[in-house]
């Protein structure tokens, strides 16, 4: 029969996905997983000996690390608490009719296609900075002082600059999810004498679980390794105050040079990551099946 | 049956919306104004909107100061190269699975979905080391290679979501016509699948060309593309709005229009086909 052949032409098909991303997954794992058990700088070459769990030990009594926990915690809840609200009632607003609904559409969904680097220079650079930028403008317009975003509220500032990223994201998927609501049911509701409020509650918000539960295990996946605009605003200060886990580590190993210790966070990150993910996978492996 | 809304309410909820929108958007009209504005200009207080002396020299200046080609020139050969070789060895699976699913393929697929869960910082200091005894620091080659591994499994999925939307009857028809393996994708199913191919292509350069974890790590002066040297304007003798402004404008205005074109299959893509 034909299907041995085609199995078998089948895995030679897939053979070469498979083998790259297991080798993607494994090599650089495993020497993180080696090197983390090292004491190992690259200021010092040839001085690498084997040293246990201290990596571990001095990252996890590091003070910069619970400040990177928490950092790292904060811009995901943080942005996740913006976009999912801020998205649900864009999602909401954007399904009314209106006119020219297709260019709100896409001046909302912009800023999702901005390259981080820029989106974060723009707003430290032309909004944010205490003397040119707009908002100090608008803040001496209103006889206020102005605010030094970046200095005073470094961590807030790029919660709010990556929230805009983030937003477009969220209010594209909510407001695909709320297009295939079924208009007949919404009609009928309202027809039973269902407010506004009560239809939001009992009908569009159980519609909409399904695609929020996706919009915040995707976005916590990418916000959990937030980088490039810490390294153009704040550079993870002043001193640790906008570090997040990614930017520590990038700086135990591209600034210090210590490769056990950088590898001794790399783990930490991914074992976070881990769980996250397998709620995630949980999700998708549940709508493979649908 | 459309819903009926009276003209009044519909007017309120343009106006509203139109504002948020406007609002949203206005980081990015404000770049693009500002690239056309002196630097004297650029930090005008009161801030000047549009009656200013509208100049290009910027744009010029940009060029002639940092070679501004040439990192444009890097984003397109990375994001494109990394693009059409991730297709290259994903169609074939993606094929592969769709087509001829065995009981693992979910778990494959899954599994090759992990693999985008990682951390990219959990093997920043190996890749580093990697490359840099190899040679592929600050190589467009090395940037590809990247890129290529951390976008394959979505390009995999997207992939396969659209080609499990192609009816297997048809290919089934064209094996009892006595149709090859090769004939069978060459004539049957590249035509049905181009749409999926095409969105999935355009989706994966979008995000190739906003990668901005790998591309700033290991390139620098050379290989950098325009993640990396918008970032070189974050020191403080960059302050040059106007300048900055050019370099911006010209870094996102071909992604925010393939992006616009694309926004239907940007949900499909993002969410692993979870949203449609």
Sequence with gaps: MATLHTRSAARLMIAPSVLLLLAWMIVPLAMTLYFSLLRYNLLMPGMEEFAGLTNYTYFLTDPAFFQAIFNTLAIVLGVLFITVVGGTALALLLDQPMFGQGIVRILVIAPFLIMPTVAALVWKNMFMNPVNGLFAWLAKLLGLQPFDFLANAPLLSIILIVAWQWLPFATLILLTALQSLDEEQKEAAQMDGAGAVSRFIYLVLPHLSRAITVVILIQTIFLLSVFAEILVTTNGGPGTQSTNLTFLVYAQALLQFDVGGASAGGIIAVILANIVAFFLMRMIGKTLEA | ?276
């Excluded at chain 2, 909820?13 to 990015?28: H, R």
């Excluded at chain 2, 994001?79 to 060895?89: A, H, M, P």
């Excluded at chain 2, 989706?203 to 290989?223: G, P, R, V």
Aim: proline share 5%; net charge positive.
């Design chain 2, 1 to 276: 049956m459309a819903r009926n809304v009276s003209t009044g309410r519909k007017l309120i909820t343009t106006v509203v919306a139109w504002t948020i929108g406007i609002l949203i958007f206005f980081p990015i009209l404000w770049t693009f104004l500002t690239s056309f504005k002196t630097e004297a200009q650029a930090i005008a207080s009161p801030p000047v909107f549009l009656f200013f002396d509208w100049t290009t020299e910027n744009y010029a200046e940009v060029q002639s100061r940092s070679d501004y080609l040439k990192h444009f020139m890097n984003s397109v050969i990375v994001s494109f190269g990394s693009t059409l070789l991730g297709l290259l060895i994903a169609i074939p699976s993606a094929w592969a699975m769709a087509f001829s699913p065995t009981k693992r393929t979910k778990d494959v697929l899954m599994w090759m979905l992990s693999t985008k869960m990682m951390p990219p910082v959990g093997v920043l200091v190996p890749m580093y080391l990697i490359f840099r005894n190899w040679g592929l620091l600050d190589t467009r080659t090395g940037l590809v290679i990247v890129l290529t591994l951390i976008n394959l499994p979505i390009i995999i999925w997207m992939l396969y979501t659209y080609f499990k939307e192609i009816p297997g009857e048809i290919l089934e028809a064209a094996r009892m016509d006595g149709a090859s393996l090769s004939k069978e994708i060459i004539y049957v199913l590249t035509p049905m699948a181009i749409p999926g191919i095409a969105s999935t292509l355009l989706l994966n350069i979008i995000l190739a060309w906003n990668e901005a974890f790998w591309t700033l790590n290991l390139s620098a002066a050379k290989a950098a593309p325009l993640t990396a040297f918008i970032a070189s304007y974050s020191s403080p003798e960059g302050l040059f709005y106007a300048k900055l402004s050019a370099a911006s404008t010209m870094a996102i205005a071909p992604i925010l229009i393939l992006g616009w074109f694309s926004q239907k299959q940007l949900v499909r893509g993002l969410t692993f086909g979870a949203v449609k």
